[in-house]
């Protein structure tokens, strides 16, 4: 019988889409190589609105629409119990796969204790077993190592944020809406009190930003971080940080990549400045591309990344700034 | 209102990883472990730190680990906390994480939870996921990425800040609850002498795996280790040799655009 691929979208917010998007090319790979099965999107949220049409044009076979004012506000418990009951209607084997997004990495833990399936997440390569289970390939000890898992049936999996390319090209769906039973899972007993805004910010979340630029020690103070901010702005880079210059107070300790700080493995790494302690390797080391700007040769940074200039960060960050302004704006050097 | 913290002994992040030789995990000999880095230890601190505003009465920390994971739980009684419980693993038990969240639930259901704390995730296999599947065994909700904890509102309920990609939310929720801890308080204390001291008489309950097995259900769900791999040594950076800064510019753009692909 051929499989079934849930993707449950994470509506909430452009990264949670974009997540989204790379779970459905995922799940769609996924089942290309096991010759074929069906790609079911599971939008669940209310009042979804304009929504609607737009997730029909994600790249799923069909869209399951759950519109429920008990999914107001995404709570792991009932969007499990939610997701449980799309499943059951599912054929199976059915493997669920999950956003790179916070709900993908929250439900991943609650969705497979609830289908008594196997779970894991940050998952950089999936396949599929005879079985219906998953073999996922993941990233642990910050990227040091990878661990290959064989997952039993249903295996519910949430991906790594920036691991895998959107469906190409996206196809129309047939939306079928679903209602939920009544009455509905557990207490369920939380109220949103308030939305704090994002903050106002021109570059995205760390975690997340498929390029990220960090400054160390090298950029000589904090003073000098506009400078950064351009080449991040210029490249729609998430701006990051070293220990030793949250430490000194340069820069918040939101910013800090490392083992203390954020680990992250976006498709481009640029780090100004920074020697390259282990600390900071283990957060940073599994970046698709590595590139370093440091005045010491022999930082341990240019062991790790795959480009470098040695050089003074104050005096090279203008033209590369400059540079890649004009390739993004289609002028090649 | 009393509060369990849930804690876990990972090598330290400086470890030499080797492949262990049925080539599907690493190589536990001769790791140095250490309290789960710095999530586990912001986790103790928050529910030390609502114990002392008086938000709650007894803090308990429970790990699931071999033997030698009593120094963890020992360092977080030093911490302050109350008492500890250590679900012994015997040599070559793994659990992934699910099992792992079902066994601490089958020894967290038999005492007061009224909230269940844990870090953001293991320093190891960093999965994130005990919070949610703990909270699903236990049959009470779960709020990750959590970024602060107060108490607020109506009695049986607790006030939650938590990361969303569309801005953080405030949200009231109800006890008993599971909180994943995106960041705990800052600067969790370090045990004083007198509370090492004092922290060794405080009780400490090695509990058997199988004692915990035995209560469940059904056994835990397990996925099965494949293949364990370090990454191939880098050779080192390609070093753009350069006259002048727009030179040096003009060629790493280059190579990341024709070669590396990534502009």
């Known amino acids: 019988m051929s499989p079934t691929a849930l993707v449950l979208a994470d509506p909430r917010s452009p990264l949670g889409i974009r997540a989204t998007l790379e779970a459905l090319g995922a799940a769609e790979v996924l089942l290309a190589h096991h010759g074929g099965g069906k790609l079911v999107l599971g939008l669940l949220g209310h009042s979804l609105g304009a929504l609607r049409e737009t997730a029909a044009g994600w790249g799923a076979d069909e869209v399951l629409l759950l519109d429920d004012a008990r999914l107001a506000v995404f709570q792991a418990e009932t969007y499990a119990w939610a997701a449980e009951t799309i499943v059951k209607r599912l054929s199976s084997p059915t493997v669920v796969v999950l956003p790179g997004s916070t709900l993908g990495r929250e439900l991943v833990g609650r969705l497979s204790a609830r289908l008594r399936g196997g779970g894991t997440s940050e998952a950089l390569e999936l396949d599929l077993e005879d079985t219906g289970g998953i073999r996922v390939r993941r990233p642990l000890f910050g990227g040091k190592a990878s661990e290959t898992v064989s997952l039993p049936a249903p295996a ?10 959107p469906p190409e090209p996206p196809r129309p769906s047939r939306v079928v809406p679903v209602l939920l039973p009544d009455p509905g899972a557990g207490s369920a007993g939380a109220h949103l009190l308030e939305r704090l805004p994002v903050p106002v910010s021109d570059t995205p979340p760390l975690t997340q930003a498929p390029v990220v630029v960090s400054g160390g020690r090298g950029l000589h103070g904090p003073e000098n971080w506009p400078l950064l901010e351009d080449l991040a702005r210029a490249l729609g880079a998430g701006l990051g940080a070293s220990r030793a210059v949250v430490d000194a107070g340069w820069r918040p300790a939101s910013e800090q990549v490392g083992q203390t700080g954020s680990s992250v493995s976006p498709q481009l790494y640029v780090a100004v ?24 040769p022999s930082a341990p940074i240019f062991k790790v990344a795959d480009y470098g200039i040695v050089g003074d960060a104050l005096v090279l960050l203008p033209p590369l700034t400059e540079a890649v302004r004009r390739v993004r704006a289609g002028v090649v050097p | 209102m009393e509060a369990v ?23 536990p000999e001769g790791l140095r472990y250490t309290l789960n880095s710095t999530y586990d230890e912001a986790a103790v601190e928050e529910a030390l730190r609502l114990r002392e505003a008086g938000a709650i009465e007894k803090v308990h920390v429970v790990s699931l680990g071999p033997a030698r994971a009593e120094e963890g739980v020992r360092y977080a009684l030093a911490m302050g906390a109350d008492d500890g419980l250590l679900l012994e693993t015997g040599p070559g038990d793994a659990f992934d994480p699910g099992a792992t969240a079902n066994l601490l639930a089958g020894a967290i259901q038999t005492g007061p939870h009224d909230l269940v704390l844990v870090g953001r995730r293991a320093g190891d296999d960093e999965t994130g996921m005990v919070g949610s599947a703990l909270g699903e065994h236990l049959g009470i909700p779960s709020f990750a990425f959590v970024t602060g904890i107060s108490v607020e509102g109506p009695s049986g309920s607790l006030r939650l800040r938590r990361f969303t990609e569309a801005g953080e939310e405030v949200l009231s929720v109800s006890l008993p609850v599971v909180v994943s801890l995106l960041k705990g308080a800052q600067d969790p204390r370090t045990p004083t002498l ?56 003009e060629k790493l753009v280059r190579l990341l655009r024709e070669e590396a692909k990534v502009l």
């Open chain 2, 5 to 27: 913290v849930c804690i876990k002994p990972v090598p330290e992040a400086d470890s030499r990883l080797r492949v262990a030789p049925s080539g599907a995990t690493y190589d």
């Open chain 2, 194 to 249: 007198p509370n090492i001291l004092k922290a060794r008489r405080k009780p400490l309950v090695h509990q058997p795996l199988s004692e915990v097995l035995a209560r469940l259900p059904a056994p835990p769900v397990r996925s099965l280790p494949v293949r364990f791999d370090l990454p191939a040594p880098r050779t080192g950076a390609r070093l753009v040799e350069y006259q002048n800064p727009s030179e040096a510019a």
């Open chain 1, 273 to 296: 400045g920074i020697s390259g302690a282990i600390q900071h390797l283990v957060g940073m080391s599994s970046s698709r591309c590595i590139v370093a700007i440091n005045t010491d």
């Open chain 1, 156 to 165: 519910v999996v949430s991906l790594r944020a920036n691991a895998f390319a």
